[in-house]
């Protein structure tokens, strides 16, 4: 038996079903010094499958010359994965898109006497020859077919090909099977192999999975679009506005009744364009991820899940640009992609948002997987019906989950009150409910936690603990819930209900722990087993709790009481111990400069920079953040060096809500001088060739604003 499986229904791993979670980090993207932190993160949030793009463009940007250091250290990156414990999924391309240059392909591969991504047996040696180059770095990684321990288990052939690009019909089969045969050829031996699988794209006979993005920053028009219809409870896989910008999408060329519902791309995130500059929210992301869920899907896959900076090109910038015939207009380094880990490595709203998510499924997964999805009839399948519930079920022998969407980004959805549900047997019915706009959740019935079987539930199941402990949430942030569950008999274990605010601010720990931080802190497990308490809080005192008794309280913590955590009556208390950090995280303003000119300003950010540095080892700081509040239509960051400038950070304005944020820590190795930053904005004008979804009040025609400078300093401390 294969370590790596899958049948029509999910994945399987050493004989058991697995719903893993798959989060994209593109490494050359990434400073390579904090790739393991970065790794650490993802798996805090349940990530257990990190996926990359192996960036053609990236490592022989010249032909010939290939270029395998520093952020672009392939074999480096694998081994801080298998360092970190967590799997890996290369996408080897050749064409990866990505929002790269050329999507990827270096130029000098385009000026060839031959048709890229065809059968042309010229392109095909040359994609040879590059499959060996990328395999070199990887030897001795992979999974072979009986291993679990290794850390490559698999390999996604192309990209949308037949849908962006490539060959569109029975040929795209054919040049699919060509390029996993020459994948083989070049050593990858792997357990799984996959296809992008939307709009129409080939696969060849691999394991396709699917995508969904929660709005469409390449799409061409720059008006609020039609919702999306990842929020529709639904049996099709398929997106047709994925890579609209390239073409109409089409239906799949698969039989799916062969094949799992596995995504590799829902939306984490979206990364801005030029004319489009749509913001994901954590909300926006939760309930498209929790409609996937109920419609079958048993892999969640996101891109991005960690944003990052484009590496700077030999020849010319490496982002995608119209002017290399392509659609969008991209920032020239930024590709933050407002993902759950951001671009310096900030733990968003998202992140946490997605962790109630891989917390449940790591508990509950293999049974999950088992229970196919039953979606009512009367549930709505047109996306602009705004008035009927939309309501899903996964279950299998009269047990199973009630799932509820009732959120549309950028919509208002019809509340339901006194709502009454059944299961799809007739044999269950939950408790009444109501309703609002914005609501999304999942609840269990029939399900047998431990030697308690609750026959519904109007909590959400979260996880359990090493020692069955069944944690769950609250839909909404209550002081105290009555008649949360419907027990089947008596209750014979311990569970715990939080407060939803609370679950997204708990974290587990290898050691069977549970912390609850507050909205500005957060806990991260390193490679080495270290646990690290990071916080941003403004709080004179930082308090946390832990389920746990801490051993090491020499940082300055301090136990200062308990807590009852438990938000439900009717299964006891739940007391929590609280720890206090009698410390402030410094943080602040900087002047605003004098202008140099209308839009430019000076930035010295000096102070700043010593101040963080000097108080580093004395307060365990780990990085300065500082935020910039402009008004305009982008801006870019330059370091200043004998008279030159050279560009390090840039950014399309979002609104006055988003304010642009830089991490400095990164520049520290590089010697950056930060008294000479010069800041450049671009003017904003309302115009009909950007949309953007809240327009400010602008400054006079022509001037950009810089409003205001803040810094906050993070706080890592070792528990």
Request: charged share 25%; aromatic share 14%.
């Amino acid at each position: 038996m294969c370590a790596y499986m899958f049948d029509n229904q999910s994945l399987i791993r050493n004989g058991t079903r697995w719903f893993p979670l798959m989060g994209e980090i593109h490494y050359s993207r990434y400073p390579k010094e904090f790739w393991k932190e970065s790794l650490c993160k993802m798996k805090a949030g349940g990530i257990d499958i990190v996926s990359s793009y192996v960036i053609w463009i990236h490592h022989e940007e010249i032909e010939g010359q290939y270029d395998f250091t520093g952020c672009r250290d392939l074999r480096a990156f694998v081994q801080a994965c298998k360092e970190c414990n967590i799997k890996l999924l290369l996408r080897i391309g050749p064409w990866s898109h990505g929002e790269v240059r050329n999507g990827g392909f270096p130029d000098w591969l385009l000026q060839k006497d031959f048709k890229v991504r065809t059968n042309d047996k010229k392109y095909l040696s040359t994609v040879k020859k590059w499959y060996k180059e990328i395999y070199k770095q990887v030897k001795g990684y992979c999974c072979s077919p009986k291993d679990t321990e290794n850390t490559i288990i698999g390999v996604q052939i192309e990209n949308e090909f037949g849908h962006c690009g490539g060959l569109y019909d029975e040929s795209g089969d054919i040049h699919m099977k060509k390029l996993q045969k020459i994948a083989k050829q070049a050593g990858f031996k792997v357990p799984l192999y996959t296809a992008t699988g939307w709009g129409g794209a080939r696969t060849g006979g691999m394991l396709p999975v699917m995508g969904g993005y929660c709005d469409a920053p390449w799409d061409q028009r720059t008006t609020k679009i039609e919702p999306s219809g990842n929020y529709i409870f639904t049996y099709e896989r398929n997106d047709h506005n994925i890579g609209s910008d390239h073409g109409l999408g089409y239906g799949i060329t698969f039989d799916q009744s062969k094949f799992p519902y596995l995504t590799a791309e829902l939306g984490g995130g979206l990364q801005v364009t030029a004319h489009r500059r749509t913001v994901a929210k954590a909300s926006d992301i939760g309930a498209m991820s929790l409609v996937k869920m109920g419609s079958g899907c048993n892999l969640l896959g996101y891109y991005m899940y960690h944003g990052g900076t484009n590496p700077y090109g030999k020849l010319t910038t490496l982002q995608e640009t119209k002017a290399t015939g392509y659609p969008n207009d991209l920032p020239e380094l930024s590709y933050d992609f407002r993902a759950p880990v951001r671009e310096y490595g900030q733990i968003s709203e998202t992140f946490r948002e997605i962790k109630l998510l891989s917390y449940f499924v790591h508990s509950y997964g293999d049974e999950f997987c088992e229970m196919k999805a039953q979606i009512p009839s009367d549930n709505p399948l047109k996306v602009d019906n705004m008035e009927n519930l939309r309501y899903s079920f996964r279950c299998k022998d009269n047990k199973g989950y009630l799932f509820v969407n009732n959120y549309v980004r950028l919509e208002k959805l019809a509340s339901h009150k006194n709502q009454v549900i059944k299961t799809p047997d007739g044999t269950v019915t939950f408790p009444e409910m109501n309703i609002e706009d914005q609501d999304y959740f999942f609840l269990p019935y029939n399900i047998t936690y431990g030697n308690t079987k609750v026959e519904t539930a109007l909590v959400t199941p979260f996880f359990k603990t090493q020692d069955n402990t069944f944690v769950f949430y609250s839909r909404r942030n209550l002081k105290k819930i009555k008649n949360a569950f419907k027990f089947t008999g008596e209750l014979k274990d311990r569970f715990l209900v939080l407060s939803r605010e609370d679950a997204l601010n708990t974290w587990k720990t290898s050691d069977g722990n549970i912390f609850i931080t507050d909205s500005d802190s957060y806990i991260i497990e390193d490679e080495k087993g270290n646990i690290n308490f990071y916080s941003n809080s403004s709080e004179n005192k930082i308090c946390f709790y832990s389920c746990m008794e801490l051993h090491n309280d020499s940082k300055g913590f301090k136990k200062i009481g308990m807590e009852d955590k438990n938000i439900c009556e009717e299964t006891g208390s739940f007391p929590f111990i609280k720890y206090e950090l009698e410390n402030s995280i410094k943080n602040g303003s900087i002047n605003i400069p004098s202008s140099i000119n209308e839009n430019r300003f000076s930035l010295n950010l000096s102070e700043v920079y010593k101040t963080f540095i000097s108080s580093k080892d004395i307060n365990s700081y780990d990085d300065c953040f500082i935020s910039i509040d402009y008004t305009g239509e982008s801006a870019r960051l330059y370091a200043v060096e004998d008279g030159k400038k050279h560009l390090i950070a840039d950014n399309f304005y979002l609104g006055e809500d988003y304010k642009w944020e830089i991490g400095l820590k990164r520049f520290i190795s590089r010697n950056i001088d930060f008294s000479t930053l010069e800041l450049e904005i671009n003017p904003l004008v309302h115009t009909d060739s950007i949309f953007l979804e809240k327009w400010p009040v602008l400054p006079k025609e022509g001037k950009a604003s810089l409003n205001k400078v803040d810094y906050r300093c993070e706080l890592k401390i070792m528990l």
